[in-house]
């Protein structure tokens, strides 16, 4: 049972990305999931999670509008596109399968710089 990000890497302000959580061993399907981020020396972020099906998304004030969070259960995938990136959008990012047995992803890390 496994939760692996892709898709960060060093991209300029203003600049898009797209997160990749690719889940292995276990059927996402019925699961809430989130993304979250870190920067060293700080407590973790929810930035974003949403429901089996879609049906409810919620994102942290600080990335709504410019982040978008999706998923396709087919390919037992979630996504996190961003869009319009900022310096202060550095930051290890990682995948969560919530429920009573959490499942965390390794974290990809996303750099904002000129």
């Known amino acids: 049972v496994q939760l692996v990000e892709s898709g960060g890497g060093l991209v300029q302000p203003g600049g898009s990305l797209r997160l990749s959580c690719v889940a292995s061993?276990?059927?996402?399907?019925?699961?809430?999931m989130r993304w979250y981020r870190q920067v060293p020396g700080k407590e973790r972020e929810l930035v974003a999670g949403?429901?089996?099906?879609?049906?409810?998304?919620n994102y942290a004030d600080s990335v709504k509008g410019r982040f978008t969070i999706s998923r396709d259960n087919r390919k037992n995938t979630v996504y996190l596109q961003m869009n319009s990136l900022k310096p202060e959008d550095t930051a290890v990012y990682y995948c969560k399968r919530s429920g009573s047995l959490e499942v965390w992803g390794q974290g990809t890390l996303v750099t904002v710089s000129s």
């Open positions: 949403i429901s089996s099906r879609g049906g409810t998304i």
């Open positions: 061993g276990f059927d996402l399907g019925p699961y809430f």
